[in-house]
C-alpha cells in the first residue's frame, strides 16, 4: 500500500524557518518525480514544487523561489522542504504528492501537515 | 502562468440530477508530447484532494461512472451524470502542461 505521510508543520513566527518532511512507502520512490502543493485555510490548492528523481531538476511557482528548497533522500525514501523567510501567505495545509499525478500517472497524496506563520 | 477559470464556483444540486462544472484555460493545454494535461481532482471536507479525471476524459481506477470528462484545448467540462450525497465537496480543474502547473479557484457542490 502506498502511503505518504507528511511531518514537521506547526507554528513559526514571520522570517522563520521550517523543514517539511514526507515519508514515503509502497512504492519505489527513486522512480517518480515529488511535489509538494499546498491548501491555504479556506482557499484552493497551489502547485509549490517539483523535484526529479536524481535531484538535477528542481521547479517552484513563482511566490516561493529564493525561499523555499525542495530536495530528497532517496536511501531514506523522504521528501523535502526548507522554508525559509516565512510569511503569513505561507500559512497552508502542505501536501506531498507524487508529480505523476499531474500527468496521468499514479495518484497518490498524504494527509497533510499544516504550517502557520503568525506571531 | 495559465489561469484556470471555474465556473460556476456555487452548485446546488438535488440528489439524483446532474451537474456540470466548467473550466476554461488562458492558454491551450496541448503539450508538445500531443496530450492535454487536464485533470480533476475531488476534495471532501476534511480530506486530501483525489483525482477523478486525467487527460481530459480518463476516469481514475474506482472512480463511479457518473463522473465524466470532455473538452479541449482551452475547453473543459466535468459532469457528474447522478449526484449522490457522497459528492459533496470541492471540485477542482487543474493543467499539468505548462509550468507552474495551476489549479482553478475549486467549484463548491452541496445538496439542495
Known amino acids: 500500500e502506498v502511503q505518504l505521510v507528511e511531518s514537521g508543520g506547526g507554528l513559526v513566527q514571520p522570517g522563520g524557518s521550517l523543514r517539511l518532511s514526507c515519508a514515503a512507502s509502497g512504492f519505489t520512490f527513486s522512480s517518480y518525480w515529488m511535489s509538494w502543493v499546498r491548501q491555504a485555510p479556506g482557499k484552493g490548492l497551489e502547485w509549490v514544487a517539483n523535484?526529479?528523481?536524481?535531484?538535477?531538476?528542481?521547479y517552484y511557482v513563482d511566490s516561493v523561489k529564493g525561499r523555499f528548497t525542495i530536495s530528497r533522500d532517496n536511501a531514506k525514501n523522504s521528501l523535502y522542504l526548507q522554508m525559509n523567510s516565512l510569511r503569513a501567505e505561507d500559512t497552508a495545509v502542505y501536501y506531498c504528492?507524487?508529480?505523476?499525478?499531474?500527468?496521468?500517472?499514479?495518484?497518490?497524496w498524504g494527509q497533510g501537515t499544516l504550517v502557520t506563520v503568525s506571531s | 502562468d495559465v489561469v484556470m477559470t471555474q465556473s460556476p464556483l456555487s452548485l446546488p444540486v438535488t440528489l439524483g440530477q446532474p451537474a456540470s462544472i466548467s473550466c476554461r484555460s488562458s492558454q491551450s493545454l496541448v503539450h508538445s508530447d500531443g496530450n492535454t494535461y487536464l485533470n480533476w481532482f475531488q476534495q471532501r471536507p476534511g480530506q486530501s484532494p483525489r483525482r477523478l479525471i486525467y487527460k481530459v476524459s480518463n476516469r481514475d481506477s474506482g472512480v463511479p461512472d457518473r463522473f465524466s470528462g470532455s473538452g479541449s484545448g482551452t475547453d473543459f467540462t466535468l459532469k457528474i451524470s447522478r449526484v449522490e450525497a457522497e459528492d459533496v465537496g470541492l471540485y477542482y480543474c487543474?493543467?499539468?502542461?505548462?509550468?507552474?502547473?495551476?489549479f482553478g479557484q475549486g467549484t463548491k457542490v452541496e445538496i439542495k
Open positions: 504528492t507524487i508529480s505523476a499525478t499531474a500527468r496521468g500517472g499514479v495518484d497518490y
Open positions: 523535484i526529479k528523481q536524481d535531484e538535477s531538476e528542481k
Open positions: 487543474m493543467q499539468g502542461t505548462h509550468w507552474p502547473w495551476t
